[in-house]
């Protein structure tokens, strides 16, 4: 059984800071990419940032110089660093990440129960 665990969301002003973290736990072997997605009301879950085990990222064009993804291995860890935040940046942030389990043969793909960001004044 694996889980992903968001934490860090919450209620913050326009021009503000977040940092998210999602750590996997279970019966892990191996994790390549993780990332981190969002939801706003009404519309689809869309990419905002993805990194894989050696570190190459890449963003949606909304975030990028405002967002950093970045993750530690060893803690099964990725974190979302979001500057600059907008009340558009409201939304759902849900973690992902493609895992091979302890004596799997084939890769995975995983969700957390996702955490709120509100950007609003």
């Known amino acids: 059984q694996v889980q992903l665990v968001e934490s860090g969301g919450g209620l913050v002003q326009p021009g503000g800071s977040r940092r998210l973290s999602c750590t996997a736990s279970?019966?892990?072997?191996?994790?390549?990419?993780m990332g981190w997605y969002r939801q706003a009301p009404g519309k689809q879950r869309d990419l905002v940032a993805r990194i894989t085990r050696g570190g190459s990222t890449n963003y949606e064009d909304s975030v990028k110089g405002r967002f950093t993804i970045s993750r530690d291995n060893a803690k099964n860890t990725v974190y979302l660093q979001m500057n600059s935040l907008k009340p558009e940046d409201t939304a759902v942030y849900y973690c992902n990440a493609d895992i091979l389990t302890q004596y799997a043969v084939t890769w995975s793909n995983y969700w957390g129960q996702g955490t709120q960001v509100t950007v609003s004044s």
């Open positions: 279970g019966s892990i072997g191996s994790i390549n990419v």
